[in-house]
């Protein structure tokens, strides 16, 4: 679990190996991760996008930006959280993923950062090419 707090809005993201979704021999190793934002501020917030940082275990980058988060732009009233699943296809056994969300409140547009996690296979898998 990765957690990290900004503008008393916290983040914590749980990724986990989806090794029925993976291929090796194809070179695809697929992660899912869970999202919790709780806000911790006294405002009413919506989250507006969202912008990934993906890095796979051979240094490539893929950014990826877009409205909301798995279709929806929710709106958290203050002690409120919102919980979401998404996924992330890798072509490496290994990778790290950060980011931030745009939140608006009171007509005022500021970033949430997301904490940076690893996508690691998990103990005892092995790759060999």
């Known amino acids: ?24 021999e194809k070179s695809r190793w ?36 877009g409205p909301g988060v798995v279709g929806e732009q929710p709106v958290l009233e203050p002690g409120d959280s919102y919980t979401y699943t998404s996924g992330c296809p890798l072509g490496t056994p290994s990778g790290i993923m950060r980011g931030h969300y745009e939140m608006e409140a009171e007509g005022e547009t500021f970033e949430v950062t997301i904490p940076a996690f690893s996508l690691d296979l998990p103990a005892g898998e092995r790759v060999l090419n």
């Open 1 to 24: 679990m990765y957690r990290t707090t900004t503008h008393d809005i916290t983040v914590t993201v749980t990724p986990r190996f989806l090794e029925e979704h993976s291929d090796a």
């Open 30 to 65: 697929v992660w899912a991760y869970t999202v919790e934002i709780e806000n911790g501020s006294g405002l009413t917030v919506q989250l507006r996008s969202r912008h990934w940082h993906i890095t796979d275990g051979l240094g490539r980058v893929q950014e990826v930006e």
